[in-house]
DNA sequence: GTATATGCAAAACTTTTGCATCCTT
DNA sequence: AAGGATGCAAAAGTTTTGCATATAC
């Protein structure tokens, strides 16, 4: 009921592949994935949703402001759930693995230098892309 | 001269679309480029250069290190001229400008950051998304 | 019942690749 | 002369769109 409120809330009809499409994002925490990804997910979960429809869907979410999407090296799309609080992104350049982070210091330097430099700032991408050191990274390269 | 010497040193043939592609990017200071928009420079030009060597061109130099590849917000890649310094990027959503800054404390906030959290960084990319106030900016969208 | 959403297929776009030909060394 | 580079066309990969049908309210 929460997720369907959600989605009423923001001026969007409460349909199947909607709800299926966000629960994937709101199930398990902190996922960062791409269109295919998403739709790879509803075909494993029995789902016949159409992969016009994902599109379709993420971007209407993204701009409802439930996604947000990002471009990280690769050229695709990614998507994560948005919330609230700005953050920024640690790749593993290994794994895959994505981790976020909010520097207060580093958000108020950004905004200095934009001024100082007579930008307005409506938003910022910051990706940091190394090699993480986790015991369970893959190495899938 | 100096352009060929550039190519000889990086292990590439002097070749005329290697040269002229260059040329581009030397040419005029900081600019930032699509593949498209570098192709249509070359035909502007009265270069009868294919595409696919244009990409294949941007490629080689990025491998080489004479150009950096950059993913903007619009999913396309942009090329700009590789000098040394790394450096991040201002972009005015409404005219296309691109600005480049460097800031210290950022880059030393980044470090510590991706230190903290276990990962040895590799690359780094800062985009700062926002309308600039100049008075040549077209506001074309 | 009406307006909107979906699925499918086709299209649009960016980027890559195969292959015959051409150019650099 | 030999190997690598180019151009063209075709292919591959991602994202968008047209249109008839299905669904939500």
Redesign the pocket.
């Known amino acids: 009921m929460d997720v369907m409120n959600n989605l009423?809330r923001v001026g969007?009809?409460?349909?199947?592949?909607?709800l299926k499409v966000l629960n994937i994002f709101v199930s398990e925490a902190g996922q960062h994935l791409?269109?295919?990804e998403v739709y790879k997910r509803l075909l494993a979960d029995g789902e016949?949703?159409?992969?016009?429809?994902v599109?379709?869907?993420l971007?209407q979410f993204e701009q409802a402001g439930l996604l947000s999407r990002h471009h990280f090296e690769g050229?695709?799309?990614i998507f994560e759930l948005h919330h609230g609080e700005h953050h920024d992104h640690l790749v593993c350049l290994q794994c895959g693995r994505v981790e976020e982070f909010y520097d207060e210091e580093i958000e108020k330097r950004q905004k200095q230098i934009a001024e100082q430099r007579g930008f307005r700032v409506q938003d910022h991408a910051l990706y940091i892309y190394g090699d993480c050191t986790k015991t369970d990274c893959p190495h899938r390269s």
Chains 1, 2 share one sequence.
């Open positions: 009423k969007l009809k409460s349909t199947l592949p909607r791409t269109a295919e016949d949703i159409g992969l016009a429809t599109y379709r869907v971007t050229g695709k799309a």
